[in-house]
């Protein structure tokens, strides 16, 4: 038996790919760019396997048997194993290409909580499977047949998905943009608000905007300016930049979700709290020092400074706290201390506090790609 496991990164995306030009080979209708958050935070782990003796291709998912039989998990194996094959050559005598796969993957975060799970999943099935199978050169394009964010979760870092032109896909793949040591005061806070299941899937979602949604149509052309603008204000460290482009494209994202028709709606009350709470905070601070940005869920995604994190943090804490009183919110992932917040910030925010509307938070930063952690 030959077997590899490997650990991919969660990416959340601060230009929003959403709206497929192809269903099956998943080509976007616009590029979108993420950050690649750190893996002890959120990743998927997969260990994948071959044996000869193997007679069928099976998966297991954090524990559970899951079909095969879907057409984005064939589409991976097609394109693994033909790209092995090519490597090879026929006459390689193991035939490994051939051989049956046994997959077995786990995340260590919620599933299909708007928490970007099916991108790490994916990444590290294709990654895992190209060490297995010795497939070198680009593999970003077959994560994206896999699901269409998982293509950037393949490198670390800021990253970009270029949406390319052509009908086959084979100039739309992710590219790093700046790699995961480049800007390293860059922190990422996750507040999650709900950890259940989305009742709208992207796929699906995306699939209605695009059939009816005008906005959508609008956005394809604001889009390209977006995706320079933000490229160069990440290369060259313009917080400001950066993070109004990230709040403005969250919202247009989620303004488009309306558009649909029936309208899908992610954000929930909390959710608009926070918007108000970061708007609140940069006024108050007489610039923008906090940038949300919401995928498919609930769950607000804050980027922010090192030196503004534990005031943030406070304020949170204090705006949004635990059931139990006098509880601090539980972190999750690179510590933090909660101090008590200034009562000129309180006063100066004059927002309600809303108890047990956060469930905890995920402090991470931004991280690097896929990791091999056994050879085969
Ligand atoms: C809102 O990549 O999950 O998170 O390609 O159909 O699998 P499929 O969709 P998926 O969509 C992600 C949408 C998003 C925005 C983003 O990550 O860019």
């Not at 793949?173 to 709208?200: G, N, R, Y």
């Not at 994202?253 to 899908?264: G, N």
């Amino acid at each position: 038996m030959k077997t590899v496991t490997c650990t991919a990164p969660v990416n959340i995306a601060v230009i929003k790919y959403w709206g497929k030009r192809d269903e099956n080979l998943i080509l976007p209708v616009n590029s979108s760019l993420s950050a690649t958050l750190g893996q002890n935070e959120l990743r998927a782990k997969t260990t994948v396997a071959v044996d000869p003796s193997f007679t069928e291709d099976k998966m297991w998912l954090n524990d559970k048997e899951q079909s095969v039989n879907t057409q984005r998990i064939q589409n991976v194996f097609r394109e693994i194993r033909r790209r092995a094959r090519k490597r090879k050559g026929d006459g390689d005598k193991s035939k490994i290409f051939s051989q049956k796969i046994h997959i077995c993957s786990e995340n260590n975060f919620p599933t299909a909580a708007g928490l970007a799970s099916s991108a790490a999943g994916y990444a590290c099935l294709v990654y895992s499977l190209a060490k297995l199978f010795d497939v070198d050169g680009e593999i970003s394009d077959i994560a994206r047949q896999g699901s269409g964010s998982a293509c950037r979760s393949i490198y670390g870092g800021f990253v970009e998905w270029q949406m390319g032109t052509k009908a086959d896909g084979s100039d739309s793949f992710a590219k790093q943009i700046t790699p995961a040591q480049h800007w390293p005061e860059m922190c990422i806070l996750i507040l999650v608000v709900s950890d259940q299941k989305k009742h709208t899937g992207s796929t699906e979602g995306m699939q209605t905007s695009v059939q009816n949604s005008r906005l959508l149509e609008k956005r394809i052309e604001v889009v390209p300016e977006r995706m320079t603008n933000i490229t160069k204000a990440i290369k060259e460290k313009d917080f400001h930049t950066f993070a109004e482009i990230t709040m403005k494209d969250s919202n247009q994202f989620h303004a488009i979700c309306l558009d649909t028709y029936p309208p899908i709606s992610y954000m929930t009350d909390v959710s608009r709290q926070i918007v108000r709470f970061v708007h609140s905070f940069n006024n108050h601070s007489g610039e923008t020092k906090v940038a949300y940005t919401f995928d498919a869920g609930p769950n607000a995604c804050l980027y922010l400074l090192e030196k503004d994190l534990g005031r943030v943090i406070s304020l949170v804490n204090h705006f949004f706290p635990a059931q139990d009183n006098g509880l601090n919110l539980k972190v999750q992932g690179l510590p933090v201390s909660i101090d008590k917040p200034s009562q000129k910030d309180i006063d100066a925010l004059s927002l309600p506090v809303l108890p047990n509307s956060i469930k905890y938070l995920i402090n991470t930063k931004v991280g690097e790609g896929p990791q091999i952690l056994s050879d085969p």
